[in-house]
């Protein structure tokens, strides 16, 4: 080998030595050095932009929908009719009844649908009238009929409306019962007697006041002969005097028995003419009969008096004749037409109060009311009023061929409602009226609504104990949320329009007690701001500056955070959107998230 070739290779021996040694050297370092890179880097600030927006506090709980306004029906009782009521078709669950509907039927008669805002409570009839008949009206004419006037009574033309009503339904109109066409036969029955007994008692006035007369002139006559008359034994004339006044007394009272008899007898009769007429209530076969036979107990004691009081007039002639001995000395025929005049008057009287019993009788007043109520008729237990249709059967409580003992189905307007309950703490939070926001996740469905009802006591209308049932109303739901679970947000609290809001973070206590945010100037440096915090929700803070201005996009200190590679003094976060931009540049996606 050369010399050059020589040095080349000793050249290059001295290059790849230094090299290796560079190499050996970059990979030993110090214990300083090793701890100065683990070190934390200086840190920054956490700066955040003040926003203006509005703050909502929520009490967020979880709802089952339903249909809205359960309200359980139950029939009324009909005075027209007396057979046990028999379930022949039962309602349907989940039918929809609307005006003029067939719900169900019972012993053959249906029960129809009807709007009005008062309850069926007594059966309508020609001659009735109140608001149950205006509403009635209403309804006829709403489903296209003509009940004349709507003016709150029920005549003719109702009655019309009503018959074509049931026959347009496939029902045949409800007519006179069998025990009103009874009473109406009795009616006539006891008009005509009443027409017949008042010729009588009219006879018998015509007599009477004959007897009167005569009676009358006879005593004119005795009168003046007495006058006349000489005197006898003082003490005959005193005795035969009491046995006389002793006999005219008893006639007197045997006159006021038959009195009280025949008053007893017109009202027993007058009860028994009320019972068969129905007015004011229809009794019982019972107590019809009851009433038949206080009449006829009545009758009978007007005859007993009547002989009673026979029996006296007749010891009144023979005290007569005992006095006719003396009649010259005390007058007695003076004292005879007396009795005889008084006992003429009294029987024109009696005779002419019959003559006015038997006249209001006679009448065919009572007949005709009778007839006027006899045209068609709606049962109670035949029509149902409610206040808003259509409705919805949400249960059926009686099945064909029950007896009908007490309600008969549940009812449901075609609105939802979602039932939901609180704890004590929320119910507080919580008014009637207040927005709610009803989330449906599966079905993408967003409602507003608003609380309808609190229970005032827990555990109550099917919440769990501890916890207070609330109702919820929404506005225009679509009916296939009924049976889903929903999420309820009910706003409990709101600023009602957009303030300055910060993270609840930036707040600091002065050491006065006061409220403060760091709010970060133009040139990087920092001061407080004396403000005023408002309502929290959602973890910001509605705050109002004091002294010093604060104004929407101003940066506050919320932290702070490791330094940049770049060596940036913070970061900024943007708390009103979802991104989150750092001083470096870098952008990453969050987002903000509602609580109670």
């Known amino acids: 080998m050369n010399r050059n070739a020589r040095l080349a290779a000793g050249l290059t021996v001295v290059l790849v030595a230094a090299g290796a040694g560079w190499v050996g050297g970059r990979q030993i370092s110090s214990p300083a050095e090793e701890a100065s890179k683990t070190a934390a880097p200086t840190p920054s600030l956490i700066l955040v932009p003040v926003e203006k927006r509005a703050l909502t506090s929520e009490v967020v709980t979880r709802g089952a929908v339903r249909f809205g306004a359960p309200q359980k029906v139950a029939l009324p009782t009909s005075a027209l009719k007396r057979t046990g009521a028999i379930v022949t078709s039962a309602p349907i669950k989940g039918a929809v009844l609307k005006e003029g509907d067939t719900a169900m039927t019972v012993s053959g008669r249906p029960v129809l649908i009807l709007q009005g805002d008062k309850p069926s409570y007594r059966d309508l009839a020609p001659g009735s009238t109140g ?65 017949s007994e008042l010729l009588k008692e009219q006879e018998t006035v015509e007599l009477a006041r004959g007897t009167l007369a005569a009676a009358r002139s006879k005593l004119e006559r005795a009168r003046a002969a007495t006058t006349s008359a000489s005197q006898t034994d003082a003490a005959v004339a005193a005795r035969l005097k009491s046995e006389h006044s002793a006999a005219v007394a008893a006639v007197a009272n045997k006159t006021a028995a038959l009195d009280g008899a025949l008053d007893a007898e017109r009202v027993a009769q007058l009860r028994l003419g009320e019972a068969q007429t129905g007015d004011p209530t229809v009794p019982t076969p019972s107590e019809l009969l009851g009433f038949e036979a206080a009449s006829r107990g009545a009758t009978r004691a007007v005859a007993t008096a009547r002989a009673e009081l026979t029996a006296a007039q007749v010891a009144v002639t023979a005290a007569n004749v005992a006095f006719g001995e003396t009649a010259s000395v005390m007058g007695l025929e003076a004292v005879t037409a007396e009795t005889e005049f008084a006992a003429a008057a009294r029987v024109v009287e009696v005779a002419q109060r019959r003559v006015e019993l038997f006249a209001s009788r006679a009448t065919a007043t009572r007949v005709e009311e009778i007839v006027a109520k006899l045209g068609i008729q709606i049962p109670a237990d035949e029509v149902l009023f409610f206040p808003s249709l259509p409705l919805r059967v949400d249960t059926a409580n009686v099945v064909v061929g029950e007896q009908l003992l007490g309600p008969v189905m549940t009812v449901t307007n075609s609105r939802l409602a979602v039932d939901a309950a609180l704890s004590l703490d929320d119910t507080r939070l919580v008014k009637v009226g207040s927005p709610v926001t009803i989330t449906e996740p ?36 679509p009916a296939s949320l009924v049976g889903a679970s929903v999420v309820l947000s009910v706003t409990v609290n709101s600023t009602q329009g957009k303030v300055l809001a910060v993270p609840v973070a930036a707040l600091s206590v002065s050491a006065d007690g006061a409220s403060r945010v760091q709010v970060q100037s133009a040139d990087k440096s920092t001061q407080f701001v004396t403000v005023t915090p408002g309502l929290t929700a959602n973890g910001l803070v509605a705050v109002t500056p004091l002294r ?37 540049g870098t952008e990453t996606k969050s987002s903000t998230t509602k609580g109670s």
């Open 442 to 477: 599966e079905l993408g469905l967003r409602i507003n609504g608003t609380v309808g009802l609190i229970a005032d006591t827990p555990g109550t209308l099917g919440a769990e104990a501890q916890r207070f049932h609330i109702e919820i109303n929404p506005i225009d739901a």
């Open 548 to 584: 010093d201005s604060l104004s929407e996009g101003d940066l506050i200190v919320v932290g702070a955070g490791a330094a940049r590679s770049s060596g940036s003094p913070g970061d900024i976060v943007n708390i009103g959107s979802a991104t989150t931009v750092s001083t470096s």
């Open 131 to 195: 608001g149950d008949v205006e509403q009635l009206e209403r309804a006829l004419v709403r489903i296209g009929l003509d009940p004349g006037p709507v003016d709150r009574t029920y005549d003719a033309r109702t009655a019309a409306a009503v018959a074509a009503w049931y026959t347009d339904a496939g029902w045949d109109p409800f007519g006179p019962t069998e025990d009103q066409l009874l009473l109406l036969r009795t009616a006539q029955s006891e008009t005509f007697l009443a027409e």
